[in-house]
T-cell receptor, first 112, second 114 residues
């Protein structure tokens, strides 16, 4: 069965600092990979996705993620965090015909 | 505007009183799904549907029912709610046959069962 781990439950960074959120998945083949963001009291918004091609993908709000097959990872990065980035971030995987599996989430706090 | 809508957004009910949470999408998506979100557990899939009249269990289906009689609607039914079903529920939809199948989420329904 597919599984997704996000090792960091909570991360705090200062505004303007760089950010990397970790995501590892367990699956036999290359799955489709996603990062979603959930602001407090809101629904989920898609940040970016990977399904083939260039392993470095760009998303909205200045985020990017890199797929590393050898490490089964899909880490999310941002070079300079803004206070409005404080939210919960979810990594998710899916293959056609399979369940959509989410990680437990990483809560990001941003210090002024 | 392309969207997934859920109703109600907030619901407080008592144990055993049947309830239905509606979900509707206007994007002609084949795939629809229900999730519950609990602190520290992320989103867990309850049921999903690949098309009309086709539904399947997700990871946590116990205590829930669904139906898919129309392509746009996918209601979640709790026939006898219990306090452990207090949670935040999300409906989502996506294309079924076109990668990468990213899902579009509704705004959520916060359910409290007392």
């Amino acid at each position: 069965a597919q599984s997704v781990t996000q090792p960091d439950i909570h991360i705090t960074v200062s505004e303007g600092a760089s950010l990397e959120l970790r995501c590892n998945y367990s699956y036999g083949a290359t799955p489709y990979l996603f990062w979603y963001v959930q602001s407090p009291g809101q629904g989920l918004q898609l940040l970016l996705k990977y399904f083939s091609g260039d392993t470095l993908v760009q998303g909205i709000k200045g985020f990017e993620a890199e797929f590393k097959r050898s490490q089964s990872s899909f880490n999310l990065r941002k070079p300079s965090v803004h206070w409005s980035d404080a939210a919960e971030y979810f990594c998710a995987v899916r293959n056609y015909g399979q369940n959509f599996v989410f990680g437990p989430g990483t809560r990001l706090s941003v210090l002024p | 505007e392309a969207q997934v809508t859920q109703n109600p957004r907030y619901l407080i009910t008592v144990t055993g009183k049947k309830l239905t949470v509606t979900c509707s999408q206007n994007m002609n998506h084949e795939y629809m799904s229900w999730y519950r979100q609990d602190p520290g557990l992320g989103l867990r899939q309850i049921y999903y549907s690949m098309n009309v009249e086709v539904t399947d269990k997700g990871d946590v289906p116990e205590g829930y029912k669904v139906s898919r009689k129309e392509k746009r609607n996918f209601p979640l039914i709790l026939e006898s709610p219990s306090p452990n079903q207090t949670s935040l529920y999300f409906c989502a939809s996506s294309l079924r046959d076109r990668a990468p199948y990213e899902q579009y989420f509704g705004p959520g329904t916060r359910l409290t069962v007392t």
